[in-house]
């Protein structure tokens, strides 16, 4: 069965703290593994796609990587913007996406 | 406007209400998806509608009722629900449905309450 795993459930910085974010899977046929970043009271706004073992991706502070079991999003000296729930989701062979819960990000100034 | 828009963004209804939620695309794409987001629970898929044409409805209770007049527009109806139903409901679009490249854009979504 395809699924999506995240940790932690929440994870508390002080901010310049640098730390990760993971997303474990497990699908058939991986067709990418995506990220967002999802503000209370807002819809998920899209920061990656990795499509392959091995791919890295960066956007400010946050670098996107991707093995063959999971995925870890680096956040680099985070800011208290930086705050907020990511969300990892896998397109399965049917082209759908399967979700993890999110990981509620709190950044401390 | 820009981007994918939700409307209302609130909404308390009883349970013998009926009520419509809209979604409306501004980005030329060709597939829209409703999604319930409940706390602390991963997003689930609702519906799927590629063309205007549904190809996905992932056993849905049939008090929710989707709409898609055409690629930019989609509704859902809603009628007899239970208190169980109160969640954030998420309108995403994308290119095409069945791409294995393209990317989701969601609204803000439409928090709804039922009593």
């Known amino acids: 069965e395809d699924q999506v795993t995240q940790s932690p459930e929440a994870l508390r910085l002080q901010e310049g703290e640098s730390s990760s974010l993971n997303c474990s899977y497990t699908?058939?046929?991986?067709?990418?593994l995506f990220w967002y970043r999802q503000d209370p009271g807002k819809g998920p706004e899209f920061l990656f796609t990795l499509y392959s073992a091995g791919e890295e991706k960066e956007k400010e502070r946050l670098k996107a990587t991707l093995t063959k079991k999971e995925s870890f999003l680096h956040i680099t000296a985070p800011k208290p913007e930086d705050s907020a729930t990511y969300l990892c989701a896998v397109r399965a062979s049917n082209y759908q996406l399967i979700w993890g819960a999110g990981t509620k990000l709190i950044i401390k100034p | 406007e820009t981007g994918v828009t939700q409307t209302p963004r609130h909404l308390v209804m009883g349970m013998t209400n009926k009520k419509s939620l809209k979604c409306e695309q501004h980005l030329g794409h060709n597939a829209m998806y409703w999604y319930k987001q409940s706390a602390k629970k991963p997003l689930e898929l609702m519906f799927v509608?590629?063309?205007?044409?549904?190809?996905e409805n992932n056993s849905v209770p049939s008090r929710f009722s989707p709409e898609c007049p055409n690629s930019s527009h989609l509704f859902l109806h809603l009628h007899t629900l239970q208190p169980e139903d109160s969640a954030l409901y998420l309108c995403?679009?994308?290119?095409?449905?069945?791409?294995?490249?393209?990317?989701?854009?969601f609204g803000p979504g439409t928090r709804l309450t039922v009593l």
């Open positions: 699908v058939s046929g991986l067709r990418g």
């Open positions: 509608y590629n063309f205007k044409e549904q190809t």
């Open positions: 995403a679009s994308s290119p095409y449905a069945d791409s294995p490249t393209d990317t989701q854009y």
